[in-house]
């Protein structure tokens, strides 16, 4: 299957003290998450404000995992729509699953795909990292929480 964009730079502007996506860059999310989502809107990304709080969310995530933007580069950040509803909510929901990736040049959204959902699903946000990544996180984290007795 082919994907229906190329993967593209996710570029902020600040526009009288409010953080917004430049105008071409928000006009494509908006397309894309429209031509993904169809007609469901309940439970989705729709609108470019979401993907820019994802890819804030992203930031942070970096941040506290204590990577640099250089050491981040090839990391992605998975996110899906919605939120977990109550077990009486028996029928699948339709959301958003959007990935975004940090390159050298900034963060990309890589993926922009619908699926279906059950009702303790949703609302998840998961950093993946690359092996070498993995091991800057935790050896950082052993540095800093506790030492490993070798005798």
Not at 1 to 24: E, G, I, N, Q, W
Request: glycine share 6%; with cysteine.
């Amino acid at each position: 299957m082919r994907k229906p964009f190329k993967p593209f730079r996710l570029r902020k502007a600040d526009v009288h003290s409010a953080t917004c996506f430049l105008k071409p860059v928000s006009d494509k999310v908006e397309s894309i998450l429209a031509t993904v989502n169809g007609r469901a809107n309940a439970h989705t990304f729709s609108s470019s404000q979401e993907i820019l709080h994802c890819l804030d969310t992203a930031e942070y995530r970096r941040k506290m995992l204590g990577l640099s933007k250089r050491d981040a580069v090839g990391m992605r950040v998975h996110f899906v729509s919605s939120f977990p509803v109550a077990n009486r909510y028996q029928w699948d929901r339709e959301a958003t699953h959007v990935v975004l990736q940090a390159r050298a040049s900034g963060w990309f959204l890589e993926t922009v795909d619908s699926l279906s959902i059950g009702p303790a699903q949703g609302g998840t946000v998961a950093p993946w990292l690359t092996p070498t990544q993995a091991a800057l996180v935790l050896g950082r984290f052993r540095d800093q929480n506790f030492s490993v007795d070798e005798g």
